[in-house]
Nanobody, 126 residues
Framework: QVQLVESGGGLVQAGGSLRLSCAAS????????MGWFRQAPGKEREFVAA????????DYGDSVSGRFTISRDNVNNTVYLQMNSLKPEDTAAYYC???????????????????WGQGTQVTVSS
């Protein structure tokens, strides 16, 4: 069993930056995939980024590629999402997710992931 707790959300002006953190408890093996999704009111849950716990196989959603960076800290069992050049359309609840052995081909499908955090709200003002 894995528990995920997100933090770091808040209100930021367009063009600004935020860093989200996801603290994971429980046993995480190198095969684990870690990811971020987001969901705005009335919209589908959208893939943001994913990474293998061992550090490889990163992937990014088309709308955030080049602006967001996912990373992990194995010592502190934490996954980060660095978000730069934020836009009002990035406003959403951001969710951390984990899966014991999800192949990269499934990263973008939120129904394939096993564990979810409660989410943290990001609001970008124009």
């Amino acid at each position: 069993q894995v528990q995920l707790v997100e933090s770091g959300g808040g209100l930021v002006q367009a063009g600004g930056s935020l860093r989200l953190s996801c603290a994971a408890s429980g046993r995480l093996f190198s095969s684990y995939a870690m990811g971020w999704f987001r969901q705005a009111p009335g919209k589908e849950r959208e893939f943001v980024a994913a990474i293998r716990w061992s550090g490889g196989n990163t992937d990014y959603g088309d709308s955030v590629s080049g602006r967001f960076t996912i990373s992990r800290d194995n010592v502190n069992n934490t996954v980060y999402l660095q978000m730069n050049s934020l836009k009002p359309e990035d406003t959403a609840a951001y969710y951390c997710t984990a899966d014991p052995n999800l192949p990269p081909v499934y990263y973008r499908r939120w129904t394939k992931w096993d564990y979810w955090g409660q989410g943290t709200q990001v609001t970008v003002s124009s």
